[in-house]
Structure formats: C-alpha cells, structure tokens
C-alpha cells in the first residue's frame, strides 16, 4: 500500500540522516595534540598524534616527518591560505636529524601547524582524512609502532596521499 511505502521510505531517510550525522561527528577532528616523539628501529622518529574527534573519541596515530610534510606540500600546492602561507613550517634538516633539539622542533612545530588548520574549518575534511583514516601501511606497520608507542605508523614510501585534495569551497 501507499500508506506503508512511505512508512519505509521515511524510516530509510531517518536513518540515511542518522548515518550521516554519526559519520560526520566521528570524522570531524575538534582537537589535535602532539605530545612527543618516539625513536623507533632503523633510525626512524615517529611523532605519536593524538586526535579527538566531535565524538569525544581519541584515536592515536603516528606519522613520520615526511608524512607530515608531504601533507603540507599538498595543502600549500591545492588549497592555498595565508595562515598556512605564512606559517614557518619544521624545515627539512641535512644534518642533525636525530638530534634532540630537532625532533622536539619538529613536534612543537607539528602540534602548531595542526592547531592552525583546526582554526580554518574548511580544511577538517583535508585533516581529518590525514589523521583519521587507517591506510593499508598502517595496518601493516601496526606491530612494529604498538611496541614502541602504542600506534601504527604510515609508511614514508606511499607515494601520495589517501585523497584528493581540491580547494575548500
């Protein structure tokens, strides 16, 4: 009957609706800190990433120095904004890289950068896609980073990013 399709077809609506809205609170980051840096094998440093999305939830995610940094050349290169023009990113170093002073730039550096792009909302989705989505790297990587810092890592050789930037509308 007529009276019962459109039952249904509301009650898919709601929950379309509903779906929608969950999706959106648990991929919108409110919150973005970096605490520290880890020395994991081979030399790497990996920078844990704590991320609280609208949901409340914290989920943990280390990247690399290139990770972070590809993700900036993207932004400056697709989306354009003066705050993001202007501001002195963690700068690529020839020497000294596993020095002290270094990594701690970096994590500070990392942690302002992040708070500068939570402050421009049309950049989140770009935000929340680098921080918020596991890649298969990450998967592959999750035993080697758990024991060092409870977090997977992204692998430096993925050789673009797991989007499609386009300037924010």
Do not use: C, W
Request: proline share 7%.
């Amino acid at each position: 009957s007529d009276k019962s399709r459109v039952k249904e077809t509301l009650a898919q609506e709601e929950f379309r609706v509903v779906v929608t809205s969950l999706s959106h609170q648990m991929s919108t980051v409110t919150r973005v800190r970096v605490p520290a840096y880890v020395d994991a094998p081979g030399g790497v440093t990996l920078y844990p990433i704590e991320v609280m999305s609208l949901d409340g939830k914290i989920r943990k995610v280390s990247k690399r120095y290139s990770d972070v940094l590809k993700f900036h050349e993207t932004i400056l290169r697709t989306s354009p904004h003066p705050m993001i023009d202007r501001f002195n990113f963690p700068h690529k170093s020839m020497f000294n890289t596993t020095a002290e002073f270094t990594k701690e730039r970096r994590r500070s550096g990392f942690e302002e950068y992040f708070e500068i792009l939570l402050r421009l909302p049309e950049y989140n989705p770009f935000l929340a896609t680098f921080l918020l989505k596991q890649t298969r790297d990450d998967a592959e990587d999750d035993d080697i980073a758990t024991s060092h810092d409870e977090s997977p890592k992204q692998d430096e050789k993925e050789s673009s990013l797991p989007f499609d930037l386009k300037r924010p509308t």
